[in-house]
């Protein structure tokens, strides 16, 4: 019995007695096993549903395990809180598990009556010493009256762990084993390591329907069935998108040579070797640049890199209009998260993701200040192995709090020469185009591509293709019937309008914040993840920029509040 899965929270709140509990979870028969598990020597258990209403736990049991129907007297919520209150625990301790409560704390449709005899009962327990009571709500839906705020505990049920998920898994094969009558017609009952990482994140009641859908289908345990399941619940669920692993490594992204070392160097988060070593763990890691220079592509090669499940995080999408309802969504989906730890998790744009935390006490009640506020006292004290990464294009907007957390930040400059270079080579063989064969140089391109970004260059490769086919169909010039050529990409070269041209502004102010210690030879407020080449026109044109500022490096170095202002 996997009395594990009981939260450390949950553990202390049974320990101490604490009188009122809200355990939110998606399953309900999971948490109510778990509970009695823990607290079956020391107290007795009763579960109230709205159909059966108030039950001991054996007939609970009897009646969702075995059908058999049982119905106790207090079926109407206030006649089994009346009993609650009035109950004589005769020096045992008494645990009342409640389902289905939450719909009588719901706004409008909240009852008073309820919310009056929780707070009687939680006080009662306070003033009398002998009333040795609990009650714990367990819901998927997190619903605390303002009234009862000061009395209740909130936990948030951890999903099954990797023993538990094995053990579900075979049993729900072994099962369906026993129903077959050939030997021969028997499946594997085998659960490999890859097929638990595809389970994590999942319920147990969800990896049941998952299991049997798989070997219904394919004879055996897919992890592509896993993996297409297991994304449509999450995304249905929690708007969040956990396999977006890209077939992207470092080799697809040209440059950034610094930032890519400081990954090689922390590789192996979450492994048991690292955990021997007593490694400590890794928060995060902040990428902020100009757009289109490859943060998020960037991005999504760590996970591919480190070997890790990649989780796509919109914090965006979670906000609810009800009261409440978006810290809710985000605890939810950060519990799922940390289901699926060890893993990268992406915020990209966070600047966007988490736009107005500033002014929201006036434009949305305060929620966005509200749920950026759980998200970091999640991030704070989150002990799982979850690496965030997050990219923006301006600290603007951003809370200082949540920027002084990371681990590290990054700064994505325009690529220098050389990088250049490489992501033409990059984005040609990107494109089908083997650029030795046709005498490309990468040389005279990444020359002609000054201040460029990497965007611009793939953009630039993809009409040049475009101009190379639009000629063979149309010239008559047999010559001219081959591949792509470097006159093909120069041609489009000197028609471009870098981005730089347009941005001017928010670049200068990006280079600026960033700014520049010449002892270090690198930024102030953040590392440039470009590897630095004296003399290229990158270079210059730094240069050219900080020139402008007069920088209080010893002041401010470090002090991201101050810095904002
Ligand atoms: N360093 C690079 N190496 C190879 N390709 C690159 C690089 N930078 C950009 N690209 C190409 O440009 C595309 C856009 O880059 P990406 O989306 O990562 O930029 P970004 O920095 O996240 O921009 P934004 O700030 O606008 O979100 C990539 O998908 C890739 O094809
Ligand atoms: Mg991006």
Redesign the pocket.
């Known amino acids: 019995m996997p009395e594990a899965n009981i939260s450390k929270e949950l553990k202390l709140n049974s320990d101490i007695l604490r009188p009122l509990t809200y355990v939110v979870s998606e399953e309900e028969e999971i948490v109510i096993r778990d509970i009695r598990e823990y607290i079956k020597h020391k107290s007795d258990v009763f579960v109230y549903r709205s159909t059966s209403g108030l039950l001991n736990y054996e007939d609970y049991e009897s009646e969702v395990k075995e059908g058999n129907e049982k119905r106790g007297k207090e079926v109407n919520i206030i006649d089994a809180l009346n009993k609650i209150y009035t109950s004589n625990s005769h020096d045992k301790c008494l645990t009342y598990i409640m389902l289905d409560i939450d719909v009588y704390l719901e706004g409008s449709s909240s009852t008073p009556n309820v919310t009056r005899r929780l707070k009687d009962i939680v006080l009662q327990t306070y003033r009398d010493s002998s009333a040795l009571k609990s009650i714990i709500i367990v819901s998927s839906n997190l619903v605390v009256p303002p009234k009862l705020q000061r009395y209740i505990d909130v936990v948030y049920y951890s999903l099954p762990k990797e023993d538990a998920i094995r053990e579900k898994a075979q049993s729900v094969l072994k099962e369906y084993n026993s129903t077959i009558e050939k030997s021969k017609d028997k499946i594997d009952t085998k659960i490999d390591t890859s097929h638990v990482s595809a389970f994590k994140g999942l319920t147990l009641f969800e990896i049941e329907q998952i299991v049997l859908s798989s070997v219904k289908s394919h004879r055996k345990l897919d992890n592509n069935v896993i993996n297409y399941y297991k994304n449509s619940i999450l995304k249905k669920t929690t708007l969040l998108d956990p396999m977006e692993t890209e077939d992207i490594s470092f080799e ?5 040579e610094h930032l890519k070392t400081w990954l090689e160097v922390r590789k192996g988060m979450g492994t048991q070797e690292s955990i021997e070593a007593n490694v400590p763990d890794l928060k995060g890691l902040l990428l902020i ?10 991005s999504k090669a760590i996970a591919r890199q480190w070997d890790l499940p990649l989780v796509n995080f919109n914090p965006s999408k979670i906000f609810s209009s009800r009261v409440g309802e978006s810290e809710n969504n985000m605890m939810k989906a950060l519990k799922i998260v940390e289901g699926i730890s060890p893993c990268v998790m992406l915020i ?2 966070i600047e966007k993701q988490f736009a107005g935390s500033q002014s929201s006490t006036f434009s949305d009640a305060g929620t966005t200040a509200r749920v950026i506020g759980t998200f970091l006292s999640w991030y704070n004290d989150n002990k799982s192995p979850i690496f965030l990464v997050a ?1 923006c ?1 301006s600290i603007e907007y951003l809370p200082p709090e949540l920027v002084s957390r990371f681990d590290d930040k990054f700064f ?1 400059n325009l ?1 220098s020469l050389n ?1 250049r270079k ?2 033409f080579d ?2 040609l063989n ?1 494109y089908g185009r083997d650029w030795k064969k046709t005498n490309i140089s990468l040389q005279n391109l990444a020359e002609a591509s000054e201040n460029l ?3 611009e ?2 953009q630039v490769v993809k009409s040049s293709i475009h101009e190379m086919f639009y000629e063979k169909r149309t010239s008559k010039d047999k010559k001219k019937k081959g591949d792509l050529e470097e006159r093909h990409v120069m041609k489009v070269l000197n028609e471009k309008v870098p981005v730089l041209h347009t941005m001017r502004d928010q670049i200068e102010l990006l280079v600026k914040w960033v700014g520049w210690d010449e002892e270090k030879k690198n930024g102030i407020r953040a590392i440039y993840a470009n590897k630095k080449e004296e003399g290229d026109d990158i270079d210059q044109m730094m240069k050219e920029i900080l020139s402008n500022v007069d920088e209080n490096k010893d002041g401010d170095k470090g002090n991201e509040e101050s810095l904002k202002s």
């Open positions: 697809d992204v040209g440059g950034m640049g100009i757009t289109g220079c490859g943060k998020s592509l960037i990209d744009e990219t294009n994505v690529p990088e490489s992501i990059i984005q990107k970004t990497g965007r260059i793939e």
